[in-house]
């Protein structure tokens, strides 16, 4: 934008001039007035009283520059501080000001007229304009110009909206009234000089006190008696601070200010788009001062003051930063411009009006891109900008020059570079380049180009140049049209690129008529002939603008386009021999280009040579070398006469005394073009410690044909894991040439171990490499250590008279190709495939052991809780003596893993004591239970015991022996064995429990016993209510053998409830052999009773069935005891209960006596009535229907005698008891020998005296 006028380009923000604040002197004033706007009617505002100075009023100047937004982005979306909308045009300048001339001054000279124009009448009768309208002849437009940029500088640097005026507001109580005359004075005046411009000028004052209200009281009436004397509005035209305001304070009055004359000037450049819009409404063409004397005798035209008013108003609508109206009268402009009866298509092109419509036209289209870029409609602005392009080139190669010169690709050039700095001056956000330094974490994107506005239907297609990218596109589309400027500009005949004075004036005047001269040079200056002058430099215009694309697309990350970029910018400074320049550019695109990754060698080739030769034209060896180190690889393709000598390279630098010091260059192949093949391969994917492995080296050539031989000083294979290094270096002694394609050498390698390090190999070979040479070195690796050995880097070096060459990383790539191994044939050596995965990765097992271990006595299950006895058996089968440890663990599902101990050693065994090693140390410095020395082929047997878990589970043996041989105890070596162990419960029972009748009297409510009567606090005797269970335990074997029970008990752990209870056996104490799957039954006798009367709490009992059992298959089995567990027994003591018993009649056949205990266990007077219902299965002899009335703690048994009338059947006898006090009806309990089913209890009748019931 340098090209067009400054006061054209800028954005118009709101005017205020500020008067005698510290300074006298405008610090960087605009040209002066009288320059710009011409005329003798200039109106000076003065000012005796001296400007306010001071640190704080410079402070306060500060403050209020910073509000100016000459700098400030093209947006509404940063203002340039909180609490105002836009920023403002700010001038700060001393006591003196002046107004331009608000009309041009009269015509004063009539001998200027031609003859034959009318005569000059009196200064009276002058119809004045602006002395930079067209209607004034002392105007550089006048007659037929549209607009002039010193109108839009009038505004914006002449013409104020707001003149602030400064001054010290004195509190001497001798000169208060002298100093308030004299300030009202100097208002009135200056006031009165604004009046007199006839400019709407707002006029505005700050008084700055040395003290506040408080410490001088009179200050209010002395500023109203300036308010009512001045006239000034106390709201927005006189401002009071105080002294001693902090930063804060000072900022937030001088924001206070700035913000309260915001909508003033709003409203002074509204006034002044009223007056524009109504002189364009008019309809008439004003007349002009004088009649036009020079030029054309024509007035600017009707469409002409359109475009002008137009203008004004869109710059108007800026300066109210209403963008959306200035876009609309921009776009009217345009039209006008452009339209049929425009003024492109009324001014001749060898006018001089023609180059300033030119101008006209792209500032208004700048200023309207402008507009919409602020109302953020990105791709509408690059549709405009397009679309002006194409309307202007339509009217050149109609009405104009045509555009097949380097004038119209000057003005492409210009206008895309216009379109690149209007959006970086627009800061839009989809631009915006995320920090990822302030946020690692950012995911964000640089985005290409903008998505098209919400007004575009969502899907529509459009071109890809109608969407708006970034300025690095621009400035790339700028360079490119500097480019064809510069060819066209070459095409042009010597003789129209002579001086004029050199040229004949018939061709000066041609070359006039077909070069379009706008805003370029003439063709002389263009591009000069030789020998005659400098003329424009256009390697550096292009230069500049490809320097401006690449910062915008490498700030983006396009990393391919910047490096397109970078070479187009090298070619432009080797077409000069601009060598440096071209170094200083090439240099990084050599190190970052991904040309070389991508195999695009012919871009890569032309770097490499362009490089080189740079680097010898600026005395670079280190990237001359570098270069030729690439440039010997055939890939790149070559020149025929340049002779490839790696060794010697450098011999075309000169040689110098301060040059002795080798050339160190360090080169990576994932950067850098390598010209030789490393590779390293391993025969296996595993290896064992202690044993040969085959390993193979592989250097190959890929130099092009007629290269001298590289000769390597050394190479080497850097490995992570249990592998430091692998070297070999260059045999001098036993060098012998060799010019086959492919050979095969087999070399030795020594080993070498520091203390604190990895092993090392090295060795000699023949490193003497021939273009398309393949060389395969063969060698034996011994491993001393097991893990993952992985290759990790190659280092590759070439040590020369005058250099020191490294290149590291060679081909590490090899995962993307078949791992290969290369044999020997009969026409050298060939490559084979291998199976199996990478060759360059392998990994080392421990020395396999030969030691066996055995477990003979292992049985199939064991059982919960018995002793367990386990025999581990070892065999030496090395071929030499070893020492041996033991390792077991017993892992199970549970976090703890089960206890073990070692039994000692029998006797028989043949190692009766740990032998000393070899130092004459007890120390084994192994761990582990000690095994000792072992002989080749002997055998010895160790025990481990243990008590198997209280529950079923499965545990894994685990069996390791960790031994060495004597005859190399730095490896050791070790064997594991797994065998599951199963530990299974050998017993399963289920269990019966029934109510029974207590034989014991229950205890009386109203006697004492012994044992309450005994006050002892220590006594544990119950003494309450006693009830006795019967508890039926039924269990099964589940073991594969017969077991022998010796004994089976139940036993109490628990007992809740205040409540004591006795187990009692009801069988004799007999060893029983129990057969696997069958059932046996063991009865049990519970008496429970309550610790005293008052105890009303449930009970509950935890018991267990201990079972005591000896296998019958092992002799002297230990005895083992097995705790089944019996689910919690719930006994209900405090509710009231019917026990049912039955016994057979002694005396009568069939006579069944049926009794009914009835309990009452609660602190309650309880009657019952009872209900016989009759059946036709037996008869009965009782009551029938009765009430019973029961004592508290207190029982009672009602008997009914049954007679049956059925045989071999259940009967059911059916007595219904109900509680009268808890109105309740109690449940009839069975008691042995009774069955409980949905009819309640019922009573077998045998079909014979003494039979069974039947299940």
Known sequence: MDAYPAEYVQHNLPFIVLSGLATSQEPSPPPPVTRVLPGRAVTAIASEIPPVTGKHAEALLQDFLSAAGADAPWNGRAPSRQGLAHGFRIRAVGRDFQLPPKKADAPTTPDAAPPGSPTIAAAASWTLHSPISPLSPGAAIFPDGVIAPSWVAKHQDYVPAVFLSFFDFATDPITNSLHDNQLKTEINRIK?????????????????????????????????????????????????LPPNTSQVERRAFATSVLSTLQPICVEYYRDLTKHARRKKGRGTIPPPTAPPTRGTSQTLSYPGWGVRYDVKLGVFAEFRQEMDAAQRHYNFALEALFGPEGLFETTASWSPRWDEIRLLADIVALRHIRCQLWNNYPTSAAQTWLRYRYRLRDVLDRRGKGTANYGWQAWESRWSQVMAQVLRRAELPVFRIPQLEADPSSSALNTVYSLPEKQFPIGERLPPWDLLHHSGYWQKLSADHAKRRYLLAREMPEED?????????????????????????????????????????????????????????????????????????????????RFDDAFKVLQPLWQTMSWRREGWWALASEVLWALHECALRVQDQEAYLATEWE??????????????????????????????????????????????????????????????????????????????????????????????????????????????????????????????????????????????????????????????????????KVIADRFHLTCSNVDLSSEQQPPAWWTKSEDGAKPRKLK???????????????????????????????????????INLEEEDTEAVLEVRLLGRAKDALGYSWLERPVSSPMKEVPPSLGGSMDM???????????????????????????????????????????????????????????????????????????????????????????????????????????????????????????????????????????????????????PQILNEWSFSLDVRKNNLEERRPTALDTTLNVTWQRTLTENAPSVTSSLPIPRIQIPSSEPRVLASATRSGSVDSLVHLDYTLENPTMHFLTFELNMEASEEFGFSGSKLRALHLLPMSRQTVRFNVYPLVRGVWITPTLKVMDRYFNKSLKVQATEGLRVDKKGISV????????????
């Open 1244 to 1255: 077998w009748i045998p079909e014979e005296v003494g039979a069974q019931p039947h299940a």
């Open 925 to 1075: 410095d192994l761990p582990g239970h000690i095994v000792g020395k072992l002989d080749q082929g002997a055998r010895t047997t160790e025990r481990i015991c243990f008590t198997a878990p209280p529950d079923p589970a499965d545990y894994a043996l685990e069996v390791k022996v960790l031994y060495h041989l004597l005859s190399d105890r730095d490896i050791p070596i070790s064997k594991i064995m797994i065998a599951d162990l199963v530990f299974n419960a050998p017993f399963e029972a289920s269990y019966d429990l029934n109510a029974r009748v207590h034989s014991d009297p229950w205890p009386s409510y109203f006697e004492l016993n012994e044992a309450e009567s005994n006050i002892n606090p220590d006594a544990v005797d119950a003494f309450g209510i006693a009830q006795k269970w019967g508890l039926r335990a039924k269990v099964a074997s589940f073991a594969d053998e017969q077991l022998i029970v010796k004994d089976v008990q139940v036993k109490v752990h628990g007992v809740h409830g205040g409540a004591a209870c006795k187990v009692s056996k009801e069988f004799e104490i007999e060893e029983t052999v129990v057969d």
């Open 631 to 796: 440039l010997y690889s055939q890939v790149v393709p070559g020149k025929t006469r340049y002779k490839h000598d790696l060794m010697v390279c450098l011999n075309v630098f000169a040689q110098t005394d301060a040059s002795d010091a080798k050339v160190n260059v360090r080169l990576d192949t994932r950067e850098s073009i390598s010209c030789l093949t490393a590779s390293f391969a391993f025969s296996n994917v595993e290896g064992n410690v202690g044993e040969p492995l085959r390993s193979q080296v592989v250097l190959k050539s890929n130099a092009r044909p007629g290269s001298m031989p590289i000769i390597l000083s050394s190479l080497a294979f850097q490995f992570e894991g249990g592998l430091s290094e692998i070297q070999l270096t260059h045999d001098d002694e036993n060098h012998k040439p060799s010019t086959e394609s492919s050979a095969m050498f087999d070399i030795t390698l020594e080993e070498s171990v520091l203390p604190g390090q990895k092993p090392r190999w090295s060795g000699v070979a023949d490193l003497t490499i021939l273009p398309g040479q393949t060389k395969v070195f063969n060698f034996m690796l011994i491993f001393r250590e097991a893990g993952n050995i992985d290759l990790d880097n190659c280092i590759l």
């Open 836 to 874: 199996g995965g990478s060759t360059t990765a392998i990994k080392i097992l421990p020395k396999p052991p030969k030691m066996q271990i055995r477990l003979p006595n292992v049985r199939n299950q064991y059982y919960t809780d018995e002793a367990v006895t386990v025999a581990i058996e070892m």
């Open 497 to 577: 690129r002579t001086p004029p004075d050199m040229s004949p004036a018939t061709r000066v005047s041609n070359r006039n008529q077909v070069y379009d001269q706008y805003l370029v040079p003439q063709p002389h200056e263009e591009l000069p002939v030789p020998g005659v002058g400098s003329g424009f430099e256009h390697w550096k215009d292009i230069s500049e603008k490809l320097q401006a694309a690449i910062s915008e697309f490498q700030a983006r990350g396009q990393n391919r386009k910047v490096n397109q970029l970078q070479l187009e910018l090298a070619r432009t400074l080797l077409h000069v021999k």
């Open 192 to 240: 009165g000089q604004i009046q007199k411009s006839d400019y709407r000028t707002r006029y505005v004052v700050v008084l700055l006190s040395d003290k506040t209200i408080l410490e001088a009281p009179d200050i209010e009436e002395r500023l109203a008696n300036i308010r009512r004397t001045t006239g000034l509005d106390p709201k927005n035209s006189l401002f009071f």
